[in-house]
């Protein structure tokens, strides 16, 4: 009996620390028409004690996959990669559109509304995150 609650006590622990840490809510992506470039958007809850640092992401349709940070410099709208996204713990972090965002492009083929985006995540722990974002309309926020 002692063993068998000994047993017991180390794989609730085992899941308790597999639990994801980061919470994945609000995934949607649009596709400019006529391109091969989408922008996925969504947010990232951070459930752990420690900081979760984004360092990239892959999608299966895309052949380069990024996040970005859109911002305003000297009057113009201008886009650059982010190296990383950090998370503190509790927190929450937006990507939406005029802000940060995944950028999927030469997508292998189109994205009709209502389909899922497919996309992993790369954390710099080595985990990796699935994430499905439902494609909408271009005038959706």
Known sequence: ?????????????????????LVVKHAWARQAPGS????VYLSLTNTSLKPVV???VKSPLAHHSMVHETAVVAGQSQMRMREKIV?????????????THIML?????GVPVGQNVPMVLLLAD???LAVAAVAKPLGAH
């Open 54 to 56: 984004v360092i990239g």
């Open 105 to 109: 492009s030469g997508l292998k083929r």
């Open 36 to 39: 091969d470039v989408a922008a």
């Open 87 to 99: 998370i503190a713990p509790g927190q929450t972090v937006n990507f939406a559109p005029g802000g």
């Open 1 to 21: 009996m002692k063993h068998l609650l000994a047993l017991t006590a180390l794989l609730c622990s085992l899941a308790i620390a597999q639990a994801p840490t």
């Open 126 to 128: 080595g985990g990796k």
